[in-house]
């Protein structure tokens, strides 16, 4: 991500530790914030908008950081309903007038969409089957991507999630590709 125009990278680990790191040019960095939480971490975005990073504990849920400060807020905690442990992945849609942020909630399967900056929830999805064209639905997901920007064939953008587990004996995890506007409907229809 990009810190007030400086590129920035976020980095966790399995002891529950995410640090920023200013890229200083070439293949210089520095360390400008640890912060630790009480067991692993997994997914992180960076909001250029708000300038908070999210991150997504596995066991506890998803928090806001504020970068500055260091204060962390659990805004969506694991409630084995909603958010099923574990949380995974995240990424923000970023759309013409609304932001949007994404999670995995890898223990049922699904996806949780929120509204930022309210941080309401929106939105919660499977992705399934397409026995049509081969393709099963989508399970263990460990991470996500979110585009809004303007793709052959997808105007709006894309969702692309990995798939841990394929139906067909012998094929590998793989990644499945939603398009945008499919989410935005079912977003626009629970509204």
Known sequence: GSVDG????????????????????????TRVSRINFASQTEGCVYDSVS?????????????????????????????????VADVEGLDIYYGENDRYLVASSQGDDSFVVYGLPANERLLKF?????????????????????SSMPLP????????????????????????????RAVQALIDGNR
Do not use: C
């Open 6 to 29: 400086v590129p920035h990278v976020f980095v966790g680990d399995t002891e529950g530790h995410v640090e920023a790191w200013r890229l200083d040019g070439g293949a210089d960095a």
């Open 126 to 146: 499977r992705i399934v089957a397409d026995y049509e064209n081969g393709i099963d639905g989508v399970s263990e997901t460990d991470g996500l991507s979110v």
């Open 51 to 83: 300038g908070l990073l999210w991150v997504g504990e596995e066991e506890a849920g998803i928090w806001s950081v504020d970068l500055d400060s260091g204060e962390k807020n659990l805004v969506h905690a694991i409630d084995g309903e909603i958010l």
């Open 153 to 180: 064939g997808y105007p709006a953008g894309v969702m692309s999630v990995q798939d841990g587990y394929n139906v067909a004996p012998g094929e590998n995890q793989n990644f499945k590709v939603v398009d945008w």
